[in-house]
């Protein structure tokens, strides 16, 4: 009589048609909506910073991963294309081309490669680019060019504040939020991208088709952005219901500055973010928290790059610790 033994091999046990490359191309297809308003509001700028952080990523990768990491280039798998529009996504359309090289450099070469590549690293490339634009040159990265004004024109040099700057400055000064709205466009231009900002940043129509598009495509759940924003939300609403003359109220805040873009396309980094649906929706409401912190009490208007960076840190620990049952587990009952 044979004996027979059951091989059981390591996870993952489930297949799918999913790869990397295909999720990635996904992924780069949700941010077309955005890119394409994007370049019609700012024109040409936009444009060009875009495919120059774009080719300027391929290019350090290709280079890092073939003679340095001595791997095979893994430049086609599109995750370098999406470092590269996301860097565009947070800077002006008005940077200058060293600087957008030098982020590309920094993000691929530090944020990215110096851990071994994709699937390695700790902390999203594209925001740790960005992070080091704007700490070592906040002029540049402060710059915003005017929507309209500069479409069609090159690197166009007519400027104005954000409306987060506009409204972190006057309730600095002591200027009632209600006097302050007087010079921020209506709620619908802010929503279809009649403001200053960043490049990705400035359309949260577009940005939203892009995050039904990737849930359509089970490319990322709801858990993170849903947690993210509605903690925003509800810690804005409290202070706005608290003093609506010191406090912005909260839909503002969700459809200004990165919150869409942080929740939507950087939040839900899969190397970043947390594997379980527990660790996801506690991942996104540190990251809201730690927004609202920095964007009502600190110095910076804005604070997203950063609450997503300081929530990569604790991922690590959040997946050894926020697990799944095992199966047959006795505490299972």
Known sequence: MSTQFLTVSPSPHIHSEETVKKLMYGVIIAMLPALAISFFVFGIGAIYVTLLSVLSCVIVEYMLTRYV????????????????ILI???VPSSLPWWAVV??????????????GGLGNNPFNPALVGRVFLLVSFPVQMT??????ISRFQFMDATTGATPLAVIKEGIDAGIPVSELMKEIPSYLNLFLGGLGGSIGEISAIGLFIGFLYMLW???????TPIAMLGTVFVFTGILWL???DKYIDPVFHLIT???????FFMATDYVTSPMTTKGMLIYGVGIGFITVVIRVFGSYPEGVSFAILIMNGFVPIMNKYI???RFGNKKNG
């Open 69 to 84: 990491l001595k791997k095979e280039s893994t430049i086609m798998d599109g995750s370098a294309i999406i470092t590269g």
């Open 88 to 90: 565009a996504f947070n």
């Open 102 to 115: 030098l982020g590309s450099i920094v993000a691929i070469g530090v944020g990215k490669s110096a851990f």
């Open 143 to 148: 710059s915003w060019p005017v929507p309209f």
């Open 217 to 223: 495509k089970k490319i990322i759940t709801w858990h």
């Open 242 to 244: 608290m003093n609506p």
């Open 257 to 263: 500055g990165g919150v869409l873009l942080g929740a």
């Open 323 to 325: 697990k799944p049952k």
